[in-house]
């Protein structure tokens, strides 16, 4: 499953670290969340609810899940580099709503959001989650099951 190199605050450095401390013809595997996929919607909604980001706040951690991002990152260090979108069945026994609920506990981007957000706008972020979350869900038995897109990222040390 996604890696949490993705929330590291300055990916080219983690970029040139996992090159560095990989021997030569070695190999590097991630797994990172797209930006259009279910997890980057998610992200893309709890951010319109928070102030904006500083300018010299890191870079979104869903571009380690871009295609062209993760290829700028690594491409003068790697001799191979196979991308593969990925998607993962995500499956919760629980409804929309406590699903949701299910990621302000447990989640930690999630949890983050919710804390830094007034109680009087937490209700609006919750009912827009819902709203992702009920978009994707595919389960029919009152129960949350979304399909989830990840980059498949294996990069072979030059």
Not at 24 to 33: C, D, E, T
Not at 83 to 103: C, D, H, I, K, N
Request: aromatic share 10%.
């Amino acid at each position: 499953m996604p890696n949490q190199t993705m929330f590291a605050p300055r990916p080219d450095r983690v970029a040139a670290e996992l090159v560095r401390v990989c021997r030569v013809g070695g190999r590097i595997a991630l797994a990172n969340w797209t930006p259009d996929g279910f997890i980057g919607q998610i992200f893309k909604t709890t951010s319109k609810h928070l102030p904006p980001p500083p300018p010299d706040a890191p870079v979104p951690p869903v571009l380690w899940g871009d295609e062209a991002t993760v290829r700028e990152r690594f491409r003068d260090d790697v001799s191979k580099l196979v991308l593969t979108p990925v998607m993962a069945q995500l499956r919760y026994p629980f409804s929309v709503p406590g699903t949701v609920e299910f990621f302000r506990t447990y989640y930690g981007p999630t949890q983050k959001a919710f804390a830094a957000l007034p109680e009087d706008k937490q209700p609006a972020l919750r009912r827009d989650l819902e709203n992702v979350f009920g978009q994707y869900n595919k389960a029919t038995d009152g129960s949350t099951s979304v399909e989830a897109e990840y980059l498949e990222v294996v990069a072979t040390r030059a």
